[in-house]
């Protein structure tokens, strides 16, 4: 919210940008034992949601990314044991923001859910 809040001013008088707010699949999906996040998270999409219905026809796009468990280095100091193998490799992330930045200008992709081949962890 604060990091919209401050460089939202400038992208909506440049008439141009786009936002990649990544959501997670908690702002989908309930997590038992982690209510907290979950909400957090849900809370961030509604805003998102309704800050694209805002912004339309501004020049400024945004697409929502929702990761599932991605092998990344915040698994490090996390409890319990995670199947780091089974988790989508980061780079699948960024090849999907690719896809979404190479489509043509007159499509949007508002969405990209992602998540680890052999379903959640």
């Known amino acids: 919210f604060h990091l919209l809040r401050s ?7 440049k008439r141009e940008g786009w936002i990649f707010p ?13 209510s ?4 957090s998270k849900w809370a961030l999409d509604g805003m998102i949601t309704a800050l694209r219905a805002e912004l339309a026809g501004s020049g400024l796009r945004i697409t929502s990314l929702f990761p599932g468990a991605t092998d990344t280095a915040i698994w490090d100091d996390l409890p319990g044991s995670w199947n780091r193998g089974a988790m989508v490799p980061a ?31």
């Open 91 to 121: 780079r699948e992330i960024a090849r999907a923001v690719g896809f979404a930045l190479d489509g043509d200008p007159a499509s949007l992709v508002e969405e990209i859910k992602i998540g680890p081949a052999g379903g959640a962890l």
């Open 22 to 34: 990544v959501l997670s699949m908690a702002a989908r999906e309930a997590f038992p034992g982690w």
């Open 36 to 39: 907290g996040y979950c909400a």
């Open 7 to 13: 460089f939202l001013p400038g992208m909506k008088a």
